[in-house]
């Protein structure tokens, strides 16, 4: 058995900046590229940002410059510093465990957070 548990959301004016953690429970992840993703009302579920095992990261173009991912292998979690925040960031956003263990990739894995509500006002 894997959990994820998000925190660190909140409501916020634009150009503020928040950090999202997500804490693993159970078996370790520290093997096992962990991602971002976020879903906003409406929207269908998209990839925010991931990151390996050793530390190389990716991102979608949306956030490149303004999100940074993060992770403690020794504490099982992975952040998600976001600064200089748009209306068009709000949304839902869930950690995910992937099913790659080295590489960089943008897909999913089985193992969801429950997720954390960002809103960002104009």
């Known amino acids: 058995q894997v959990q994820l548990t998000e925190s660190g959301g909140g409501l916020l004016q634009a150009g503020g900046s928040l950090r999202l953690s997500c804490a693993a429970s159970g078996h370790s992840f520290s093997t096992t590229t962990m991602g971002w993703f976020r879903q906003a009302p409406g929207k269908e579920r998209e990839f925010v940002a991931a990151i390996s095992w050793s530390g190389g990261t990716t991102y979608a173009n949306s956030v490149k410059g303004r999100f940074t991912i993060s992770r403690d292998n020794a504490k099982n979690t992975v952040h998600l510093q976001m600064n200089s925040l748009k209306p068009e960031d709000t949304a839902v956003y869930y950690c995910?465990?992937?099913?790659?263990?080295?590489?960089?990739?943008?897909?999913?894995?089985?193992?969801w957070g429950q997720g954390t509500q960002v809103t960002v006002s104009s």
């Open positions: 995910n465990k992937h099913r790659t263990q080295m590489a960089v990739t943008t897909i999913p894995g089985d193992y």
